[in-house]
């Protein structure tokens, strides 16, 4: 069964750092492209980093540009995602997807994760 499972949300205040991680199972994923996504309440599932299958490329939108790095170790099966000077907006569910390519689109991976909760108080 492949499964991927997200860890590292909680609690933190404006101006905190998190890291989050996928952990893959089931499959190898170190020939997918993986990507992170965020849902508020109310709102769409939007995009917030992915990075290649090699790790060489990583892409994010403008909301965290300069702020959250994505990373990956293929021989654990897990990706990463730093996120630094958190804001209140950043508040939402945070799951990670495995694809064939780097995309920013949801419906352009195969696999997700459950989700992990990322609250940020101001």
């Known amino acids: 069964q492949v499964q991927l499972v997200e860890s590292g949300g909680g609690l933190v205040q404006a101006g905190d750092s998190l890291r989050l991680s996928c952990a893959a199972s089931g499959r190898t994923f170190s020939s997918d492209a993986m990507g992170w996504f965020r849902q508020a309440p109310g709102k769409e599932r939007e995009f917030v980093a992915a990075?290649?299958?090699?790790?060489?490329?990583?892409y994010f939108p403008d909301s965290s540009q300069g702020r959250f790095a994505v990373s990956r170790d293929n021989a654990k099966n897990t990706v990463y995602l730093q996120m630094n000077s958190l804001k209140p907006e950043d508040t939402a569910v945070y799951y990670c997807?495995?694809?064939?390519?780097?995309?920013?689109?949801?419906?352009?991976?195969?696999?997700w994760g459950q989700g992990t909760q990322v609250t940020v108080s101001s």
């Open positions: 990075i290649t299958w090699s790790g060489h490329t990583t």
């Open positions: 997807a495995a694809g064939p390519a780097l995309d920013v689109r949801v419906d352009m991976y195969d696999y």
